[in-house]
């Protein structure tokens, strides 16, 4: 008889070759997880290669999740059990697994040559190498072969199915229900019952091995989470920044038009939108990125809620629209989802490298709004921030994801329809000015004098005629200009106006007795948070502050940062906003952590670059 053992939190890493399927197997293990009631935090982990040879090191794919009875911040520093599919996903991963770790390794894959590939001289699974670790030897390829020889699938297909033996196994281990994952084959493989059902099999197969296999002695429960009320479904941040998107177009009563050229890891946003045509959202697959954000733009001067999504590369192309977008002050939502640079760089990994071009990579003074979610579920409320700013304001917001936040995934709760903010527009429909003769006419920009936004006139509004173009227009009437004093005077209004933004203060989380401040912006939060915690508990006194408003900063933010000895900004960079906060704020000592490995801080590094820093006086 199993024995069964309460854990408070566990995490799992499973890697294999790209073609293993361990993306779609850490998917379902994180949605059946999530319907536990668990808390969860993910990290997928892609090669950056788009086929790397089978079997090699830079072939090797991973998906991680940390689920606990408590909530928490990231993904897991190391993950505690490993599922490694062939050598390459052992060696690979083995690095992080934390000592006295479990090992489910697949031993078909353990041949002379595949060892051979990734630099084994021996057999770890015989030389001892892994005596510190709890390793279970299964022949996961044979046996998911084995448990379909009835079913009517190829040898090829069957061996393919051994991702889900491994989940089946998984699962059982970790007390985790299937029955959601058998509906999902069959809704994926439709067309293909007899690969659902395969699939299917072998997942049960990988369940009864468990519970049958002598060396599974002990299995595992996590208790799910004590979370607000509220209805939960798991999301990624590239899902909440579409539906976040989705959500604006409802708030303000715009059409949602999307213009996007795929790239990773923004092509899911284009992806998700495609699917909400009902709530009046459009998404066009353009030529390039230049015709995405083009088509975007035009339209928002029709009267649509513009956007368009990409990744480094894409944005540096689209900077030229953008700066016209900021000479016609229209709204424009802009989604970098930042990946490792420059150039192509690493595809797959994460990097927040691009702050700087947010903040500067237009020709000429051309300010816009730059916001940044912190976590995935927080994208869908820094795209209804970002949309409220972008109409409001008639200017261009650009949204700073990165790869870690758009393909981690995490409980989040759903919010009332009521809640949602009424970020509705008033069009111009009438002139608001008089002209020289002291007749009616419409003056397109006349500014609000709390917002200073120009009116947003649809085309075709009669009366309404105006001139747009990149040529600086007439302070008031729009004309062409080559005047000194009024270029001076539209460049000035213009950064005055992202001056002047609304946005909320700057929180910080301090008990009482801080001399250092950590203060991080995007998906450093999760990693800080943990680091703070860690730190609190050994009774060493740190406060924490996030920026999810970067142009412009909250308005407290030089007192917040007047308070503190020492401000440490870590950063997946060289050091761009603490660049920033130096010019801003220059009595500020700003402290950089910086990394650029196209990987999260774990929160045991940053834990132990704090405590130096504090130690340090």
Same mark, same amino acid.
């Given at each position: 008889m199993n024995t069964v053992r309460q854990l408070d939190r566990v995490v799992?890493?499973?890697?294999? =070759?790209?073609?293993?399927?361990?993306?779609?197997?850490?998917?379902?293990?994180?949605?059946?997880?999530?319907?536990?009631?668990?808390?969860?935090?993910?990290? *997928?982990?892609?090669?950056?290669?788009?086929?790397?040879?089978?079997?090699?090191? *830079?072939?090797?794919?991973?998906?991680?999740?940390?689920?606990?009875?408590?909530?928490? $911040?990231?993904? @897991?520093?190391? *993950?505690?059990?490993?599922?490694?599919?062939?050598?390459?996903? $052992?060696?690979?991963?083995?690095? +992080?697994?934390?000592?006295?770790?479990?090992?489910?390794?697949?031993? +078909?894959?353990?041949?002379?040559?595949?060892?051979?590939?990734?630099?084994?001289?021996?057999?770890?699974?015989?030389? @001892?190498?892994?005596d510190d670790y709890q390793v279970h030897p299964v022949a996961l390829a044979g046996l998911t072969i084995a448990a379909l020889a009835e079913y009517e699938v190829s040898k090829k297909d069957a061996e393919r199915s051994k991702n889900m033996f491994a989940l089946g196994l998984v699962s059982w281990m970790y007390s985790r229900p299937t029955e959601a994952t058998e509906e999902f084959l069959r809704g994926k493989f439709k067309a293909k019952p007899a690969i659902a059902e395969a699939n299917i099999a072998a997942l049960k197969a990988g369940w009864n091995y468990g519970e049958t296999a002598e060396a599974f002695a002990v299995r595992f429960e996590v208790p799910p989470a004590k979370l607000n009320a509220g209805t939960y479904r798991n999301v990624t941040g590239n899902t909440a920044l579409a539906w976040g998107i989705t959500a604006a177009g409802v708030a303000s009563g715009l059409p949602v038009f999307l213009g996007a050229y795929p790239i990773t890891p923004a092509s899911d946003i284009l992806h998700e939108l495609s699917k909400h045509k009902r709530f009046g959202v459009t998404t066009v697959q353009a030529e390039d990125e230049i015709a995405a954000v083009g088509a975007a733009l035009g339209a928002s001067w029709g009267g649509a809620l513009g956007v368009t999504t990409s990744s480094g590369p894409g944005i540096a192309l689209k900077s030229e629209t953008i700066s016209l977008a900021v000479s016609l002050e229209l709204p424009l939502l802009v989604v970098d989802v930042q990946r490792a640079g420059p150039s192509t760089g690493l595809p797959t990994k994460t990097e927040q490298a691009d702050l700087v071009m947010a903040m500067f990579g237009r020709h000429g003074e051309a300010p816009i709004a730059v916001l940044a979610p912190q976590s995935p579920s927080d994208c869908f409320d820094i795209m209804l921030e970002a949309a409220r700013i972008g109409l409001a304001y008639r200017t261009p917001v650009m949204v700073l994801s990165d790869g870690y936040i758009a393909n981690g995934a995490e409980p989040w709760r759903l919010p009332d329809l009521a809640d949602l903010p009424d970020i509705s527009v008033a069009f111009a429909t009438e002139p608001n000015g008089v002209d020289a003769k002291g007749e009616p006419a419409f003056l397109p920009y006349l500014r609000d004098p709390e917002t200073l936004a120009r009116p947003w006139a649809v085309p075709g509004t009669p009366g309404l005629q105006h001139r747009i173009g990149g040529i600086e227009k007439a302070d008031k009437t729009g004309d062409i200009s080559? =005047? *000194?004093?009024?270029? =001076?005077?539209?460049?000035?209004?213009?950064?005055?106006?992202?001056?002047?933004?609304?946005?909320?203060?700057?929180?910080?989380? =301090?008990?009482?007795?801080?001399?250092?401040?950590?203060?991080?912006?995007?998906?450093?939060?999760?990693?800080?948070?943990?680091?703070?915690? /860690?730190?609190?508990?050994? /009774?060493?006194?740190?406060?924490?502050?996030?920026?999810?408003?970067?142009?412009?900063?909250?308005?407290?933010?030089?007192?917040?940062?007047?308070?503190?000895?020492?401000?440490?900004?870590?950063?997946?960079?060289?050091?761009q906003l603490a660049l920033l906060l130096r010019g801003n704020f220059p009595g500020v000592n700003v402290v950089g952590y910086n990394q650029v490995r196209g990987l999260p801080f774990t929160s045991n590094e940053l834990q132990d670059a704090l405590e130096e820093v504090i130690k340090n006086g």
């Open positions: 799992i890493r499973f890697a294999g =070759d790209s073609g293993d399927g361990m993306q779609l197997t850490g998917d379902r293990f994180t949605a059946e997880t999530a319907k536990l009631g668990n808390d969860l935090s993910t990290l *997928p982990n892609y090669p950056a290669e788009i086929r790397a040879p089978a079997g090699t090191l *830079p072939g090797v794919s991973s998906f991680q999740i940390h689920f606990a009875d408590t909530d928490i $911040l990231t993904p @897991g520093d190391q *993950p505690e059990v490993l599922i490694a599919m062939n050598p390459a996903a $052992l060696k690979a991963n083995l690095r +992080d697994l934390k000592s006295g770790g479990t090992i489910v390794v697949n031993t +078909d894959e353990f041949t002379k040559r595949n060892l051979t590939k990734v630099g084994y001289e021996a057999n770890p699974l015989e030389d @001892g190498s892994l080559y =005047d *000194p004093a009024n270029h =001076d005077h539209m460049v000035r209004t213009r950064a005055a106006k992202i001056a002047g933004i609304d946005v909320p203060d700057l929180e910080v989380d =301090d008990q009482g007795d801080a001399d250092v401040l950590v203060l991080g912006w995007g998906s450093t939060w999760g990693p800080i948070g943990a680091a703070v915690r /860690g730190l609190r508990d050994k /009774g060493v006194p740190i406060a924490r502050a996030h920026l999810r408003y970067l142009n412009p900063m909250p308005g407290n933010t030089a007192e917040v940062l007047a308070r503190y000895d020492k401000v440490v900004v870590p950063e997946m960079n060289l050091g």
